[in-house]
Each structure stands twice: as structure tokens, then as C-alpha cells.
């Protein structure tokens, strides 16, 4: 299969396995499996990015032209769609975009008022999207920091009294391991119940383990549309609530309704304008719309997602585990499998792979504190499987650092 | 040591082709750690080199080690052979500079300075040193050798005053006249640079306008002397200069530098050929029917033979050869200071002019 480009259309030919046709661009050889870091774009992601480009190239929320109402349009879907993965309703959340999930988390916590929270509350297994700002925001709310172990399971462990009056921010999938926020509802109605507030970075579940996050009342949710098949884009779903009561000091265009020497007035009934300065990446929400689609009704292999990705995952694990000298991270399989070898470097692992054509991602991932600092590991090496994986594809994989292992030994 | 010389490596690189600049940077910081002892910061050798593995990691893993040790091996070599470059290339200008050849040890070999006949340094040189298992000094002998180069730098910006260098008993082509400026050459009677230096001297009429006098310095070489006869010829100049035959125009041994210069024997072969080609008795036999011819009587002839054997002459050889060597710091023949400078090798007509 010789695709044309990343932007044109081309015509599906029949495929040596069982890969999505919406993925048929791919180059035979090339076994992606970086999933974690940004999913790969199916096709009718790619066209509705050039069918904005090319057909109504247009600034939503500020033009009457029929391009810009055009726009408007896709863009109210977009934000209805994401809500609509998730079960949530717009009467009580708003969706914002921004630029990616690290972007949404600072927006959030560096807005946040003073005086009504009395701690942060994070976990020692998370991203440095969260690990980073929780540590500012806790310095600039003068609040102290606390930061708990998780469960193997993944669930956070706390004593209630740790989330009085606490802004509770945590990952609800590993980009390490896979592992869930598994008592995600516990933990919300444990925070509410104290005062506090629970930011959620989704960034890692919103994929494929958006079940966990169903009609959740968390009061915010960020997470990144490159790793939902979408293009680059940041997501934010909050609450009326939370967003009303932030203190708002990043603001400009595209969020105004007036505009006096000394004072502005802030665009009424639209709470998610609120963390929306500026111009926004059209095409790329345009293309969100697109991906919620497109998961609501992709089945690889005939399969929903999620049993195709469990099969893959748990054949992954079990290879990898199979590996002599090979160190599995992870307890239970999971889309996101990190493996170390003792006597190997995981960077020059990643290296002689991606001489065989195989996408793997190699080093902390963002998450220095968790695997250098506190598990004292080495640089890992990450395979994430994603909708466009095939069985060829995670046997390639085995076979290749299997071989590896086994000659540099 | 992998990063300095993957900096190396793409300084050439990147000075031909802009794809390796980019990396070039990367490297540039990684030495700069490297060279003041702290880690490598950047994962640039580690990328590097697993770049340059990976081809042969996905066909046989198992020479990977092996490989890796080979590229530090190189590495270590690029690094090693580029600061003897730098070195060698530092040594060459500083000797060409002072001495006017970028290698003092064997100054014709370099093909940078004038033409001329070298006075060969009679230490070991580097490689000699090292194949006889001489590690400290191959390199101790290189590195006296650079710090005499240095310490010659001063001596070299001098204003060079030719009177200053006069030998004893100095005699001059055409007399010495107090309104001409002097001129000193240091020759070898036996070196063909020496006769081409006096052939420019007499068309560029150089002798006129200058008070040129000379050093006669034989060349010394591992066996003895460079032309077998010149310490003979020497002598013999010497000699006549300790006996000057009273009013002749043109000294003595002004007349037999010249015969051996710019005349031929009736074969047409030059008579300094003649004289490097011949052995000592005949050698002696032609300077004394030259002395004869040139107005000298035998009886006088006799006494200058004599006086060329003697202690004096051997004592005045020595010191001139002190002279050139400690003191004038040339280590090419011939060398003529006039003007201020000392000029090494051979002198083009138009510089003399």
C-alpha cells in the first residue's frame, strides 16, 4: 500500500493483516507503537482537517459569512461530542480547548482562587503534567503539598481527612504502566464531601479507557486530543462551578463581550470562553469532532476497541514477559507496557528497534520523580498499542527485541 | 573521548555540509563538558553511537560490543592523531617563522621555505624515538625542540645587524667600504643553494652596493660532513684569511669562493661538483694551484696548507660553528642578514635588488 500523503484521501487496498482500514496509509514495514505519546490519525480525522483547510478555511465565534457559521457549527459539535463520550452533560460542564493536557492543568490550577483550599493533594505516579503545576500552584495558593502512594490496582490511597478542603489532582491511567484510577468515584465523592475538588488528567484514558470516566463528577478533566486519534489539541471539561470561581489572570481576545479603558466585561452564558484567549486551533477541533466519531463506531478487526486492544495487550504482555533478562514494569497487561533490561540501555534498545521499522518510546516519559527518584529504575522502554496495532505488529515486536536481547547478552 | 571526536568529525562535516550543523552544536557542548571533566549532559554520544550500531545490531547483535569497543577505539585515535596535528601543525609555524622551514630537523624536506641545504639536527626524531622504544624521548626531544623554537621568536623579531656577526678576521668580496651597509652570508662551499646565492648576489650587483662578507660553515651530517670536502675548502678559507695576500683587489679566498661558484673545469662541470666529487688529496691540490694562480707564491701556499691544519683554524671553525648555531639560529644554508633581517635559504635576484 503506497499512500499519497498524510492529507489526501487514498484509495484502500487490501492489507497482509488484520490493520484498520482508516490506518491503510501506513507503510508496510513500520510498526507503530507509540500510541502513549500521540495516537496515530485515522483518515477521516485527516480529511476534516483538509476539508476545513481547503473548504471553509474560516475564524470560528466572530464571522457571519456562511464559512465561519460553518464553523461555528462544527465547533459546538465538537465540544457536544466530547461531552457526549463521556456521558456528561452541558448543563453542568463546559468544554474548553487548549493546547494540550500540560497546557489545561496550568490554566486550571494557576487560576484557582485563594483562600478556599487548604491543601493539594497529588500521587507520586504521575506525569510531570501534574507533578510540576501542583507543586506552583501549592506554592502560589501558599498551601502545603502532599503527595500519596497508589495502589497496584492504581487507586489512590488516602485517609479522608487527607481531602478536607483539598484540590485533589491525579492521573486516571498511567503512562507507564496502564494502571487505573480505580476508585476514581470514591475518591470524587470523598472530596466533594470535604470541600475540595478533583482535576483529573485523563490524558492516558480518554482512548481507551474512557468507561472509567462515564458520568463522573469530577470537577475537571483534561486530557489530549493527539492521543485520542485526533489531531493536536488540548481538552478541558470543568465544571460551571470551578470555572466561575477562578481567578481568571490569563485572559484576552475571543472571551470579551466589552471592552473599556480599565475594566472588561466577559462573554456571558459561556463559561468554557473563559479559558479560551485568543484565536483557536479550528481545524484541529474540527478533527476532534471527527475522532469522537470515529470511536463511537470503529471496530477493529470486527471487535469493539476494547477487546481488540485487551487481546493485543495481553499478548504483548505475556511476549514480553517470555523475554529472558527482559524486566516487565508492569503487574497486569495493558495497552502501556514498560519493560528494562539490567544490563541494557532502553535508549540504544529503541534505537536498534526502530532499525527494524518498530516505533518504540524509550526513557522516563515524563515521569522522573515516580520511576528515577522514588523506584531508583533506569530509563525504560514503553510499547503502547493503539487501534491501528495488529497482531503482526506486537509479534514483530517480541521477535525483534527478543533477538536483541539474545545477541547482546 | 566518543564525543571530542564526534566533534571533530562534524567540524569538518559540517564546514562542507549544512545537514550535520545542527549537531554540531549538540557536540560542541558535550566536548566542552568532556574537556573540563564533567559527565556529558546530553544523551548526544549515546545517540551517536547507537546510530552508527543499529545497522549492525538488527543483523548480528552480538558484534555490537565488540563494535562499540572498535568506535571508542577510533574515537581515541581521531582524538589522539588531531592534537598531534594541532601540535605538529603549532611546531611547523612557530619553525617556520623562526628558522624560514616548517621542520627545523630536516629543513629541505619542507617544501613551505626558501630552497637550501639543511643542517641536519642530529637528535632522534620522533619515530626514530618511538621504534627504539624511546616513549619519553620521543616526546621530551620533540617538545625541547618546540621550546627552543620558542625561545628563538624574540632572537627571530630582532633587528638583525650583520656587523654584529662578523667572524674573525672577516674579509669582504670587494673591500670594505665605511659608506656601504654590511652584509653576512653563511655558506657551505659544497652547497649547490650556496652557489646559486652567489650567482643572484653578482646579477643582482648586491656585492656592489653591500660590504658582503661570509661564514664558511661545512655541514655536518650523522657521518661526518654533508660535502666531503667542505671542511677541507673551510680550512683552506680560513687560512687564507689568518694570511691575506697584501694588495690584492679581491682577497684570496674571495677568489677560490668564486672559482668554486661560478666557473667549470674544461669538461664543464662546475668545480664545486668537481670538489664534492673528488677526494681530499686532489681537493688540497686544486686550492693550492688556485692560491698559486691567484697570486700566492708556493712558499706562501705552503704556509697557508700549513696554517689550514692548524689548531687555530680548527679553534676559529668551531667558534663560527657556535656562532651560526647559538647565535645566528639558522639551521639553513645558506642564510645572508642584510637589511635588517636574516634571510634563510636561498635569495631570489629580486630580493636582492
Known amino acids: 500500500m503506497k499512500h499519497n500523503g498524510l492529507f489526501r484521501r487514498t484509495t484502500p487496498a487490501p492489507i497482509g493483516t488484520d490493520r484498520l482500514a482508516d490506518f491503510s496509509y501506513l507503510e508496510p514495514g513500520v510498526v507503530y507503537l507509540d500510541s502513549a505519546c500521540q495516537s496515530l490519525r485515522p483518515q477521516p480525522v485527516l480529511d476534516a482537517l483538509t476539508e476545513y483547510y481547503t473548504g471553509y478555511n474560516a475564524c470560528g465565534g466572530r464571522v457571519k459569512y456562511a464559512w465561519g457559521r460553518r464553523v461555528d457549527d462544527e465547533v459546538a459539535a465538537a465540544r457536544q461530542g466530547v461531552l457526549g463520550l463521556l456521558g456528561l452533560s452541558g448543563r453542568h460542564y463546559a468544554v474548553s480547548f487548549t493546547l494540550n493536557t500540560t497546557f489545561g492543568l496550568n490554566l486550571l490550577l494557576q487560576q484557582l482562587p485563594h483562600d478556599r483550599y487548604a491543601r493539594v493533594v497529588t500521587s507520586h505516579i504521575e506525569h510531570n503534567s501534574v507533578f510540576l503545576p501542583t507543586m506552583t500552584a501549592a506554592k502560589r495558593l501558599g498551601v502545603p503539598r502532599l503527595v ?14 487527607q481531602l478536607e478542603r483539598a484540590i485533589v489532582v491525579v ?10 484510577l480505580t476508585n476514581l468515584a470514591e475518591l470524587v465523592r470523598d472530596t466533594h464531601a470535604r470541600g475540595g475538588i478533583v482535576i483529573l488528567d485523563a490524558a492516558q484514558s480518554m482512548a481507551h479507557e474512557r468507561a472509567l470516566l462515564q458520568k463522573t463528577e469530577a470537577d475537571a478533566i483534561c486530557f489530549s486530543a493527539h492521543k485520542m486519534y485526533s489531531a493536536s489539541l488540548g481538552v478541558i471539561i470543568a465544571r460551571h462551578e ?8 490569563f485572559v484576552g481576545g475571543g472571551m470579551v463581550a466589552d471592552v473599556r479603558e480599565d475594566s472588561y466585561d466577559l462573554l456571558p452564558n459561556d463559561p ?12 484541529e477541533i474540527i478533527a476532534l469532532r471527527q475522532a469522537t466519531d470515529w470511536l463511537g463506531q470503529v471496530r477493529p478487526g470486527g471487535r469493539p476497541p476494547a477487546e481488540h486492544l485487551s487481546v493485543l495487550s495481553e499478548r504483548l504482555f505475556d511476549s514480553l514477559s517470555d523475554i529472558p533478562n527482559l524486566t516487565v514494569v508492569n503487574a497486569a497487561a495493558s495497552p502501556v507496557i514498560s519493560v528494562y533490561a539490567p544490563k541494557q540501555d532502553s535508549h540504544r534498545l529503541a534505537v536498534f528497534l526502530s532499525q527494524s521499522g518498530i516505533a518504540a518510546r524509550s526513557g522516563y516519559f515524563c515521569a522522573h520523580h515516580y520511576l528515577k527518584d522514588r523506584l531508583g529504575l533506569p530509563p525504560l522502554l514503553r510499547f503502547s498499542l493503539g487501534l491501528h496495532s495488529t497482531t503482526a505488529d506486537v509479534d514483530r515486536a517480541h521477535d525483534a527485541l527478543a533477538r536483541l536481547m539474545k545477541g547482546l547478552s | 573521548m566518543f ?10 562535516m559540517g564546514a562542507v555540509s549544512a545537514r550535520y550543523r545542527r549537531y554540531l552544536a549538540k557536540a560542541a557542548s558535550c566536548m566542552l563538558r568532556r574537556v573540563t571533566f564533567r559527565p556529558c549532559d546530553t544523551t548526544f554520544k549515546q545517540d551517536l553511537k547507537d546510530h552508527m550500531l543499529a545497522p549492525l545490531a538488527v543483523r548480528r547483535p552480538g558484534l555490537v560490543g565488540p563494535a562499540s569497543v572498535v568506535l571508542e577505539v577510533v574515537a581515541f585515535l581521531v582524538v589522539l592523531t588531531t592534537i598531534w596535528s594541532g601540535y605538529v601543525v603549532v611546531e611547523s609555524a612557530a619553525n617556520l617563522y623562526v628558522y624560514g622551514t616548517c621542520n627545523k630537523q630536516d629543513s629541505a624536506s619542507c617544501s613551505l621555505g626558501a630552497e637550501a641545504c639543511s643542517i641536519p639536527d642530529q637528535t632522534p626524531t620522533f619515530g626514530e624515538s618511538l621504534a627504539a622504544w624511546d616513549i619519553v624521548g620521543a616526546f621530551g626531544n620533540d617538545f625541547v625542540r618546540l621550546g627552543e623554537t620558542f625561545s628563538a621568536i624574540p632572537s627571530r623579531m630582532q633587528n638583525w645587524d650583520a656587523e654584529t656577526y662578523l667572524p674573525a678576521n672577516a674579509s669582504y668580496l670587494n673591500g670594505l667600504d665605511a659608506k656601504k651597509p654590511t652584509a653576512l652570508e653563511v655558506i657551505d662551499p659544497g652547497c649547490t643553494y650556496c652557489m646559486e646565492l652567489f650567482q643572484n648576489i653578482e646579477e643582482a650587483g648586491f656585492d656592489d652596493r653591500q660590504n658582503l662578507s661570509y661564514i664558511a660553515y661545512p655541514i655536518q651530517s650523522a657521518t661526518g660532513y654533508k660535502f666531503p670536502n667542505s671542511l677541507l675548502v673551510t680550512q683552506y678559507l680560513e687560512a687564507l684569511r689568518l694570511n691575506p695576500l697584501a694588495d690584492a683587489k679581491t682577497p684570496v679566498d674571495w677568489q677560490i669562493l668564486k672559482r668554486i661558484y661560478t666557473e667549470e673545469n674544461a669538461e664543464g662541470v662546475s668545480w664545486q661538483s668537481v670538489l664534492n666529487s673528488t677526494d ?17 707564491s708556493r712558499a706562501q701556499v705552503d704556509t697557508v696548507a700549513s696554517v689550514a691544519a692548524s689548531t687555530e683554524v680548527a679553534r676559529i671553525i668551531a667558534d663560527n660553528k657556535t ?11 645558506p642564510s645572508i642578514i642584510f637589511d635588517g633581517r636574516r634571510h634563510d635559504g636561498l635569495v631570489s635576484v629580486g630580493d636582492l635588488d
Open chain 2, 3 to 12: 564525543c571530542i571526536a564526534a566533534f571533530i568529525v562534524l567540524l569538518f
Open chain 1, 148 to 161: 500519596l502512594d497508589r495502589a497496584a490496582d492504581g487507586a489512590l490511597l488516602y485517609e479522608p481527612a
Open chain 2, 280 to 296: 681530499a688529496t686532489e681537493a688540497t691540490t686544486l686550492l693550492q694551484d688556485w692560491a698559486q694562480e691567484f697570486g700566492l
Open chain 2, 323 to 333: 656562532l651560526v648555531e647559538e647565535r645566528i639560529h639558522t639551521v639553513k644554508i
Open chain 1, 272 to 283: 468554557g470562553a473563559l479559558l479560551e484567549p485568543g484565536l483557536q486551533a479550528w481545524a
Open chain 1, 171 to 180: 492521573n486516571t491511567a498511567s503512562n507507564i504502566d496502564g494502571r487505573l
Open chain 1, 242 to 249: 470551578l470555572l466561575a470561581s477562578l481567578e481568571l489572570s
